[in-house]
Nanobody, 124 residues
Framework: QVKLEESGGGSVQAGGSLSLSCEGSIYIVDKYCMGWFRQAPGKGREALAL???????TYADSVKGRLTISKDNARNTLNLQMSPLKPEDTAMYYC??????????????????WGQGIQVTVSS
């Protein structure tokens, strides 16, 4: 069974930076469409950024220019760099993986595996 584990969350002041990482239990990063999602209190889960097997990326309009997704195939790690952070970025952040999604590696991809999530809190 595939497991994804996020790390790097925490609390930061507005304008600050934070980096998240996600490691798979098996070598998955180089074979799957990978992505970062988040869910704020009282809101639905939203796609933030996805990266395909070939390294091509897709970002939500709301985070373009502030978030950068990347992956390290050798370390089987997915990363997300966030800067500058805003209070509205406060949410649970989830790592996700999906195998060859129909319609491509994008926000509407049906996710096969989710991490447990990690909290990011941005104070004003």
């Amino acid at each position: 069974q595939v497991k994804l584990e996020e790390s790097g969350g925490g609390s930061v002041q507005a304008g600050g930076s934070l980096s998240l990482s996600c490691e798979g239990s098996i070598y998955i990063v180089d074979k799957y469409c990978m992505g970062w999602f988040r869910q704020a209190p009282g809101k639905g889960r939203e796609a933030l950024a996805l990266i395909d097997v070939d390294g091509s990326t897709t970002y939500a309009d709301s985070v373009k220019g502030r978030l950068t997704i990347s992956k390290d195939n050798a370390r089987n790690t997915l990363n997300l760099q966030m800067s500058p952070l805003k209070p509205e970025d406060t949410a649970m952040y989830y790592c996700a993986a999906t195998w060859k999604p129909r319609g491509g590696c994008g926000p509407s991809a049906i996710i096969d595996y989710w991490g447990q999530g990690i909290q990011v809190t941005v104070s004003s």
